[in-house]
C-alpha cells in the first residue's frame, strides 16, 4: 500500500485502499478468520494452514459475473435495425450475459443458502409472478454523468430485455446534501436516455420498517449500540468495541432513545455483527443526525448507512438480481448475512466495472469549484460530462446508449478517450441530424452576371444520401455569402476552392463562380467579391464545391473545445498544479453573427442539423425570440477536401 501511495500521490488514498481491497478479495477469496489473527511476531512463523489452504481454493468470481466482451468494436454495424429503430443496450454490450433466471438466486456462487431460502423463494415468485426485477438507486445529492448512464442502461435494459421491471429508487439517507432540483434531475435524465421507471421510490419509503428491521437485529444478538466516536471507528482496522457484547435489552432501549434524540449526534451508532471481505468489523447501521429529512422533516433524527439500507430495501422491493459497481463486491457477504438473519428474501448481487472517461472530472465537489471559478457556467455546461451537460451540447441520448453498449458489461474498470462517444454521436447524427448551411465568418460575394430568370429559390435535400427523406428550401439571389477561409487570392495547386485564379462550384446552385474583382477594408482584408457565374453544364469542371447562404438568419453559434489539456486532469504526476490549472481557457469561442440559411428558422431547443462542411450543431436553450443559439455538438470527420 506504501508503494502504491507514492507512486500514485495524486490519488485519493480511500479509493486506492478499496480498489486494492476488491482486486485483493477477486484474487484471492473472502478473508478466513486466520487472516483476521493479529501477525505473529516470530521471525520464522509461517503463514497458517487456514490462510494457505483459503489461498489455494480461493476461486475468482469472475466466473459468475455479467462478463460481455472485453473487446470494445465502433464500428457501426449492427446498431441500428432493418427498420431504423435503435438497438437495445443488452444487444449491444456483448454476449449473453451470464445471470441466474428468478427464482434461481440459489444456483449463483457465494450464495448463502439457508433453511428458509425455498420458501422465502416461493413468495418472492408469488409476488412477481417470476418477472426480472431491478432497481436503479442514485443519491439525490448531484447530477448524473456519463458514468451514470452505464449503470442506468445496464439496469433498466436487462430488466426491459427480459420482459422484467425496474425501479428508480432514491437512495435518500443523507438529509444534509440531497435537494429538490436533484430529484427532478435524475427523473429527468433516466427518462431522456429512453427509459421509464416501473416505480419511483425513495429509501425513506422503507424508514418504519427499517427501523423495525434494526430491533429484530438486536434482538436476535446481531446488532448493538456502540458509543465509540466516528473518528475512532474510521478505516480499516479501528479497535474493537468495548460494547460489543452488551445486553440485549439496553441495546434496544438505547436504540429507541436514538430514535427519539436523547443522546447527541456523534455519540452513539447502531453496529451490525458481521465482518466485511475487506476485513472492517461491525459496520454502521444506524447514525445520528439532527437534521431535517427532504421528504419526511423532522419525524426522524436517526439514519440508515447504505451498508443497512441498500440490501433491505431490495428485499422489500423483491429485486431479483442487484447489479452494483465492483466497489461493492467487498460486501456482497454482508449483503447476503444481513438478509439471512432477519429471514428476509435475499436477492443475487452482481458486480460489473465502471464507466471512466478521459480529459475530464465528474467529481461534483470539483465541477462545483469550477462553476465557483466561472470556468464554466453550471453544471449543464456544454464542456462537462454530466448527462445534463451532453444534451444540452447535442448529444443524442440513443448515441450515450450506443456508447455504453460498445463498452460493455465487463468486471473490467477501464477510461475511454472523448473520441469514442463523439464517434457513436456522429454515427447517430448522421442519419437523424437534417442538413443545412451556414457560414460562421462571412465573406459577401455578388454575383453581377446571374441571369435574370435564374432560379429564386433552390431545393435542397435534408439528406443528401438519401432524398426520400424530404427537401427544404432556401432563397438565391445574386447576393450571398461564403466562409472567409473559402477564399484565397493566390492558390496552390493543392487548394481547391474560390481563388482568384480558381472557379469554385456552388453546391445545390448548379452555378461555377469565378472572381472578377475584390473589395478591401483599411486594413487590407477582403470584405466583397464581385464574381461572374456560369452553369455547371457550360464551364469547366471545378475543383471543388462550397457552401453558402443567401438571406441569411443572423445566430449565435458556440464552438467548444476540450475543457481539460490532459487525459487525467486529476493526475498530480501529470498536472502538478491541479486540475483547475490544467483547463483550457480558451475552450469556448462564440460567434455573435454567423449566417445560417432560413431553413432552420423554426427549430426548437435541442432540435438538431448537421452544418454542412462545419459539423452537427443543437439549438441551446439560451435561445430566444427571433435569435437562435446553436452550440457544437461535433466536428465532422477529418474531410481532406476542406482542409485544402
Not at 438529509?175 to 435524475?186: L, N
Not at 479501528?238 to 452488551?246: M, N, T
Request: charged share 25%.
Amino acid at each position: 500500500m506504501a508503494d502504491v501511495r507514492q507512486a500514485l500521490k495524486w490519488a485519493d488514498g480511500k479509493n486506492v485502499k478499496n480498489e486494492i481491497d476488491v482486486q485483493i478479495f477477486d484474487l484471492l477469496g473472502k478473508k478466513t478468520e486466520a487472516d483476521l489473527k493479529p501477525a505473529s511476531k516470530t521471525k520464522d512463523a509461517k503463514p497458517s494452514t487456514a490462510k494457505t489452504e483459503a489461498r489455494q481454493t480461493a476461486k475468482t468470481d469472475d466466473q459468475a459475473k455479467p462478463v460481455a466482451n472485453d473487446i470494445v468494436s465502433f464500428t457501426t454495424d449492427g446498431y441500428y435495425t432493418t427498420d431504423g429503430s435503435f438497438t437495445s443496450f443488452i444487444e449491444l454490450s456483448g454476449e449473453a450475459l451470464r445471470f441466474h433466471k428468478p427464482g434461481e438466486n440459489y444456483k449463483t456462487d457465494s450464495y448463502v443458502i439457508t433453511e428458509k431460502t425455498m420458501e422465502l423463494m416461493k413468495k418472492h415468485l408469488e409476488e412477481t409472478n417470476g418477472h426480472v426485477m431491478t432497481r436503479f438507486p442514485p443519491e439525490p445529492n448531484g447530477i448524473l454523468h456519463i458514468g451514470h448512464a452505464k449503470a442506468i442502461n445496464f439496469n433498466f435494459g436487462y430488466a426491459k430485455s427480459h420482459n422484467g421491471f425496474c425501479y428508480l429508487r432514491y437512495d435518500d439517507t443523507n438529509p444534509e446534501k440531497e435537494e429538490e432540483k436533484f430529484f427532478i434531475g435524475i427523473k429527468d435524465m433516466v427518462e431522456w436516455l429512453g427509459y421509464k421507471p416501473f416505480k419511483v421510490t425513495h429509501s425513506s419509503d422503507y424508514f418504519q420498517e427499517l427501523y423495525n428491521l434494526g430491533v429484530e437485529l438486536i434482538r436476535r444478538g446481531h446488532a448493538y449500540v456502540c458509543h465509540q466516536k466516528p473518528e475512532e471507528i474510521k478505516g480499516f482496522n479501528p479497535p474493537p468495541s468495548p460494547w460489543r457484547e452488551r445486553p440485549i435489552a439496553e441495546s434496544l432501549r438505547l436504540f429507541e432513545d436514538m430514535r427519539k434524540g436523547k443522546i447527541n449526534e456523534g455519540e452513539a451508532t447502531l453496529r451490525m455483527k458481521t465482518t466485511l471481505e475487506e476485513g472492517k468489523q461491525d459496520p454502521v447501521a444506524y447514525r445520528i443526525k439532527f437534521t431535517p429529512h427532504h421528504r419526511s422533516g423532522d419525524k426522524w433524527c436517526i439514519y440508515p448507512t447504505y451498508d443497512y439500507t441498500h440490501c433491505l430495501c431490495d428485499s422489500i422491493e423483491n429485486i431479483s438480481h442487484s447489479l452494483c459497481t465492483k466497489e461493492f463486491q467487498s460486501r456482497r457477504s454482508s449483503y447476503y448475512w444481513l438478509c439471512n438473519v432477519l429471514d428476509l428474501y435475499c436477492p443475487v448481487q452482481w458486480e460489473y466495472g465502471r464507466l471512466n472517461v478521459n480529459y475530464t472530472v465528474v467529481s461534483k465537489r470539483k465541477i462545483a469549484k469550477l462553476i465557483t471559478e466561472k470556468i464554466v457556467r453550471d453544471w449543464d455546461d456544454p464542456r462537462l460530462f454530466t448527462l445534463t451537460a451532453l444534451r444540452r451540447r447535442g448529444f443524442p441520448p440513443e448515441a450515450i446508449n450506443m456508447f455504453c453498449g460498445r463498452v460493455g458489461v465487463t468486471m473490467a474498470q477501464v477510461s475511454f478517450d472523448p473520441s469514442m462517444l463523439e464517434s457513436c454521436v456522429r454515427d447517430v447524427l448522421n442519419i437523424t441530424a437534417p442538413r443545412a448551411m451556414a457560414v460562421l465568418e462571412p465573406l459577401k460575394v455578388t454575383i453581377t452576371n446571374l441571369p435574370a430568370g435564374a432560379l429564386s429559390t433552390i431545393s435542397v435535400p435534408n439528406f443528401p444520401a438519401n432524398e426520400a427523406k424530404g427537401f427544404h428550401s432556401v432563397p438565391f439571389r445574386k447576393t450571398l455569402f461564403i466562409e472567409q477561409s473559402d477564399f484565397k487570392e493566390n492558390a496552390d495547386k493543392n487548394y481547391k476552392r474560390l481563388a482568384l485564379n480558381q472557379p469554385v462550384g456552388l453546391r445545390y446552385a448548379n452555378l461555377v463562380i469565378s472572381v472578377t474583382k475584390v473589395h478591401k477594408n483599411s486594413l487590407g482584408f477582403p470584405v466583397e467579391l464581385e464574381v461572374s457565374c456560369l452553369p455547371t453544364s457550360e464551364a469547366e469542371k471545378p475543383k471543388g464545391f462550397i457552401h453558402w447562404v443567401c438571406e441569411p438568419l443572423l445566430c449565435e453559434v458556440r464552438l467548444y473545445e476540450k475543457l481539460f489539456q490532459h487525459k487525467n486532469p486529476e493526475d498530480k504526476a501529470e498536472v502538478p498544479g491541479g486540475f483547475v490549472s490544467d483547463c483550457n481557457l480558451d475552450s469556448l469561442r462564440i460567434i455573435r453573427e454567423a449566417h445560417v440559411d432560413q431553413s432552420v428558422k423554426d427549430a426548437k431547443v435541442y432540435d438538431k442539423f448537421q452544418f454542412e462542411r462545419n459539423g452537427y450543431f443543437s439549438v441551446d436553450p439560451d435561445s430566444a425570440g427571433n435569435k437562435l443559439v446553436f452550440n457544437l455538438t461535433v466536428l465532422l470527420k477529418e474531410d481532406p477536401g476542406k482542409s485544402a
